[in-house]
């Protein structure tokens, strides 16, 4: 599919051109057949559909009316969808078109998995994932084969999703979009750890709709030489009470390069809403002019009673740290390599899959 | 008799001056003679510690106590511009300090940093077999560290945790006694242990290191401007730094002394 | 003179601009180049301020309005003819002053002459006198501190022609090339090497009573080892019958030299302030930006630091309030050539009544600037739920020997807070007017204390206006 290319991962509100970080252009590459393969129990119910049809049906849950061009009446921000995405709208249109696999998976209501549910996706493939009122999943996603995937979660009231997506994968590309609504009291947790591919991009759309809802997220990544990572969060806090914590963890290695924009949205209404983002990149080169840090932390705020932080630390592994390594007979080497292993680790453990965790330490032991 | 374990001769310490690219670039290709250096901290100070004995070093505030410290265990802030070290034989002078921890140092830090990402449990057991070369049995070290947190009232979940992160400052200090407990080193510094601990802490730190200096013919720098842990610990020297310099040195009735007296004594011969 | 600085050396992409051609606008939104043609010979320009002028109006026709900010859409572009010849239509007597303006003189306790004076009415005859005893303090010390209009016929006129707008070019944006094509007023600063000027010097002194002030050109240079402060303004409210301000602040700070440059912007409650102030460092150099901005409608005010010399040092620390009707789009640039070069920024913003405050910063470390260290913490105070505050910050970075903190924080006065105020007896609008200043107070303690005092008034009407 050559030549195909989409504007994806918009800043929510424009800034300086010249920086060049308003969105960015993917070229689309597929380089696998498309499959979706899952072992689901019998309770839950699963459609295959075409892509319209899915949307339109999510976009039905998620109330077309969602779709706002300006905040506070006057501060024009994107939203070209009916229901969120990270990358945005043209990501849509291609999935509509490009024959992508589609599959519709609905966990009933009170049910409760104690199993995790493990899906492997292969090429392109786009998940839709409702969660009934009070219901709990565990789902763990390998994109190993896949060049993109596209998940939408809506969940009802109460419901609580663990999910995670991991890739160790050395192809060319991989492009992962990510949108979800979440309902009173609702609770969604997500942990990605993508590695491999040399261009990554990574889109995540969160609308905390429902009071009480809260949204927890880690992301871990590792660049070198000609690898490029772009990723877009958008937290939006609507309902009150609302939670988000997220942790983007990563290493740079020479010539690694990666851009990073996430922000939270506090809307009007969100009373005692709590964000806390926390950026961490770790510059772990020697080689001088060889890395390409985009961070782009927002605050977006129009209601008072709210409490949101945001941290960026960029830097390389702090002298201290590494005394302290060495007071404990670590050298430089072991201490650093610890370190970088601890500092992606952090966010695969929460993988509740051995073996993805396994290989996920085998690939960085392998990189540095 | 006793091997002269550390020797300190005539030690002259400035704080280093980092370049643009501080502690990589420019410590590897500089020697400890090219560096920069600013202040100077300490001033001719010499002090020698056999297998065994327990220092206690005590100062006021800014006496250059921790520099000591620091500049023992090799820390890249500080350059030795005259003088030597010598540990267990070895001129140790501008050695790095993951060699000097190979041959048997250790420091209990005043602010230990998080190292997130590695729990406690795997940095210990690899900090033991960077140590020893050989992998260690699992069984007979999940019972040793096990055993040791309980002296120290650990709870064993801390094992699990990340090293130090989260931390109450309590439970930093008691993780760096497990390392020494665990470690076993010829030489620990305890860089103000007691410093932010409550009654309690202090009383099973300091059991902590009793059982240190009974276990291995350990020897011991316990910096501190309060005398508190002292209490119950065997100690065998004092020493009073003032502004860099070497004051005084005595029994362990010099820690008596202190306690009733202050420093007074000492800030005039400066 | 000493003239170390090569200009030429500036490095053109730091200003690439790059516009879209179909917002190429056609129309000559008021101003001709007939009208600028006269404006320059009414001042005597000499035949290369001529051009410059005429090519920047150029510029400005084609150069779009940014896709980005607030929106400048209630600027009215074809009545800005009238703004470059004030004598046209703009009234110059005190009754048309509006009435909450005298109001706010009144309760800032602003003595007669001078309301006139910042109403760019009355004659200035205090703040002439005491702008001539300044001047006489600093010419002993070498220093040459001349309008700008002298400045390009003195015997400086080589050396400014040199550096104008060659920090801030036409080609910048849309606003710094109007202002090419229609500064007028401004000063000029000349400290030279090894000379600390004693006391700050106030451009306060400089306001025409003819309702200038909106496109005034400030240049300062400073040699090797100078040190000066500048105070741009004062708060009091400037009040203006047209409303657009595009000034343009360029200031070349030598080696080991250093330069503290404060303001404190309360232009009146309908201006557009479109102002663009930048700052090139040399070696060892350092700046301090002091920057309180509580007035206008829209405010778009991002001081820009380049740290191109080794080892400099810029911060900056501001506070921005906006109230009823307000949308102050205000920030940063910090761009980071040198090696070791370190940069601050304390930024504070305050919302209220509907207003809208936007921070808006951009950090660049390029590859060159090995061992930097840049620290930047904003927090944002919401005063009420009608109001908005965003925070849009940019780290763009180019080499993995530097080292880059940012905090940023939003929320509301806390209850305890307001509490324990009056639980010691303060009434509950004089503890967040108390709790506002506090948060404000990194700004007004670098102040001279009259300004401080004179800020921290303003917070206060600020909190008392409902």
């Known amino acids: ?68 061009s300006f905040v506070s009446g006057k501060v024009p921000i994107y939203n070209e969808q009916a229901f969120i995405t990270g990358m945005g709208k043209e990501a849509d249109d291609y999935l509509a078109s490009s024959g992508a696999d589609i599959v519709i998976i609905d966990i009933p209501a009170e049910v409760n998995l104690s199993e995790p549910l493990k899906i492997n996706v292969s090429g392109e493939s786009s998940l839709f994932i409702k969660s009934g009122a009070g219901s709990a999943a565990n789902i763990v996603i390998d994109a190993e084969k896949a060049d993109f995937l596209s998940v939408r979660i809506f969940l009802n009231s109460g419901s609580q999703i663990n999910i995670s997506v991991s890739r160790v994968n050395n192809k060319a590309q991989f492009m992962t979009d990510f949108g979800a609504y979440l309902q009173d009291s609702a609770s969604l947790e997500l942990y990605s750890v993508l590695l491999g591919a040399e261009k990554i991009y990574c889109g995540i759309g969160i609308d905390m709709t429902g009071d009480n809802s809260r949204f927890k997220s880690e992301l ?110 670590f050298t430089p080497e072991e201490a650093r390599r610890l370190l970088i292993h601890g500092h992606i680790g952090s966010v695969a453990r929460s993988i509740p899959d051995k073996d993805i965790y396994k290989a996920v330490e085998k690939y960085i032991e392998a990189r540095i | 008799m006793s091997n002269k374990l550390l020797k300190i001769n005539k030690i002259n310490v400035s704080a280093a001056i980092h370049g643009a690219v501080s502690n990589t670039i420019d410590s590897k290709t500089k020697t400890e003679n090219e560096r920069e250096t600013g202040v100077k901290i300490l001033h001719d100070l010499s002090l020698d510690i056999n297998e065994g004995e327990t220092h206690v070093l005590l100062g006021p505030n800014g006496a250059g106590k921790s520099t000591l410290g620091y500049t023992l265990i090799g820390s890249p802030e500080y350059v030795v511009t005259e003088g030597e070290i010598i540990f267990d034989g070895n001129d140790i002078t501008h050695e790095t300090a993951d060699k000097r921890a190979k041959m048997g140092m250790f420091m209990s830090f005043q602010s230990p940093v998080d190292v997130p990402g590695i729990t406690l449990n795997d940095f210990i057991k690899e900090a033991i077999r960077s140590r020893t070369g050989k ?36 439970e930093k200090k008691k993780s760096e006694i497990l390392q020494l407990l665990m470690l076993n080193p010829k030489f620990a510094i305890l860089d103000e242990t007691d410093s932010g601990l409550d009654v309690d802490a202090v009383r099973t730190v300091s059991a902590g290191i009793a059982e240190y200096q009974k276990r291995q013919n350990g020897a011991l720098l316990i910096i501190t401007h309060s005398t508190r842990i002292l209490s119950s610990l065997k100690v065998d020297y004092t020493h009073i730094m003032i502004n860099g310099h070497m004051a005084a040195t005595g029994g362990p009735e010099l820690v008596e002394e202190i306690n009733q007296n202050g420093f007074k004594r000492f800030l005039n011969q400066n | 003179m000493n003239n170390k600085f090569n200009i030429d050396d500036i490095d053109r992409s730091l200003y690439d601009f790059k516009y879209d051609d179909k917002d190429f606008y056609r129309s000559k939104e008021g101003i001709t180049p007939e009208i600028v043609q006269q404006l320059s010979e009414d001042k005597n320009d000499p035949e290369w301020m001529r051009e410059f002028r005429l090519k920047s109006l150029d510029l400005y026709y084609k150069i779009p309005v940014p896709n980005w900010g607030p929106s400048i859409d209630g600027l009215d572009m074809n009545h800005i003819a009238t703004y470059v010849r004030p004598n046209t239509n703009m009234k110059d007597d005190w009754e048309s002053v509006p009435q909450d303006i ?257 921070y808006r910063s951009s950090i660049e470390i390029r590859e060159s600037a090995v061992g930097s260290k840049v620290s930047v913490n904003c927090a944002s105070l919401m005063l009420d739920s009608d109001s908005r505050s965003d925070t849009i910050p940019a780290m763009d970075i180019r080499t993995p020997y530097c080292d880059v903190g940012h905090e940023a924080t939003i929320g509301r006065i806390s209850d305890k807070t307001i509490f324990y105020l009056m639980s010691r007896g303060i009434k509950e609008s004089d503890a967040r007017a108390m709790i506002v200043s506090g948060f404000a107070s990194p700004v007004s303690k670098e102040l001279p204390l009259e300004y401080a005092a004179e800020m921290n008034n303003l917070i206060k009407l600020e909190m008392d206006e409902g």
């Open chain 2, 135 to 170: 992998s260690i049995p699992i069984f007979k070290y999940k019972r040793e560290l096990a055993k040791t947190m309980e002296a120290l009232s650990m709870d064993e979940k801390y094992a699990e945790r990340d090293v130090n992160v989260g931390f109450s400052g309590g």
């Open chain 3, 102 to 358: 005298k109001d706010t003189f009144d309760r800032l306790g602003i003595p007669q002459a001078e309301r006139e004076a910042l109403a760019g009415v009355g004659a200035q005859y205090d703040s002439e006198l005491v702008y001539h005893n300044v001047k006489d303090e600093v010419l002993k010390q070498g220093v040459i501190y001349t309008d700008f209009e002298s400045s390009l016929k003195g015997e400086y006129a080589d050396m400014v022609k040199e550096y104008f707008m060659k920090l801030i070019p036409p080609t910048d944006h849309k606003f710094a090339a109007l202002h090419g094509a229609v500064w007028s007023g401004g000063s000029f600063v000349y400290v030279p090497d090894n000379v600390k000027v004693s006391i700050p010097l106030q451009s306060y002194f400089r306001l025409n009573a003819k309702g200038a002030g909106q496109f005034e050109h400030t240049l300062i240079i400073l040699g090797e080892n100078a040190d000066l402060h500048f105070i741009e303004g004062c708060s009091a409210p400037k009040y203006n019958v047209a409303n657009l301000h595009a000034g343009a602040v360029e200031l070349y700070v030598g080696k080991n030299s250093h330069l503290r440059y404060s303001t404190i912007e309360n232009w009146s409650k309908n201006m557009y302030n479109l102002n663009t102030k930048r700052a090139l460092l040399e070696e060892g150099a350092s700046i301090e930006w002091v920057s309180g901005s509580f007035g206008s409608h829209v405010g778009n005010l991002y001081p820009t630091t380049i740290l191109r010399g080794d080892n400099s040092k810029a911060e900056f620390t501001g506070i921005t309030f906006a109230g009823q009707g307000q949308n102050l789009d205000t920030g940063t640039r910090m761009v980071h050539v040198g090696k070791s070069t370190s940069s601050i920024i304390d930024s504070k913003s305050i919302s209220k009544s509907g207003g809208i405050s936007t």
């Open chain 1, 1 to 68: 599919m050559a030549n195909n290319i989409i504007k994806v991962n918009h800043l929510p509100v424009l800034t300086w051109n010249r920086l060049k970080i308003n969105s960015s252009e993917a070229y689309i590459s597929k380089t696998s057949e498309n499959s979706i393969e899952y072992d689901l129990p019998a309770s839950i119910r699963t459609d295959s559909v075409d892509f319209i049809t899915a949307l339109s049906e999510f976009e039905a849950l998620s109330g077309s009316v969602r779709r706002e």
């Open chain 1, 220 to 329: 871990a990544y590792l660049r070198g030489s000609g690898e490029d990572e772009d990723i877009n969060y958008n937290i939006i806090h609507r309902g009150r009470n609302t939670e988000s914590e997220f942790n983007v963890r990563g290493v740079l290695l020479d010539g690694g390069s990666k851009t990073l924009r996430d922000t939270i949205d506090f809307r009007r209404g969100a009373s005692g809403a709590r964000g806390n983002e926390q950026e961490n990149v770790l510059l772990a080169t020697e080689k001088e002019n060889s890395v390409f840090n985009k961070s782009v932390p927002l605050i977006l705020c129009e209601e008072e009673d709210v409490d949101g932080r945001h941290g960026a630390s960029i830097g390389r592994i702090d002298p201290k740290t590494t005394l302290y390594m060495e007071s404990r007979g």
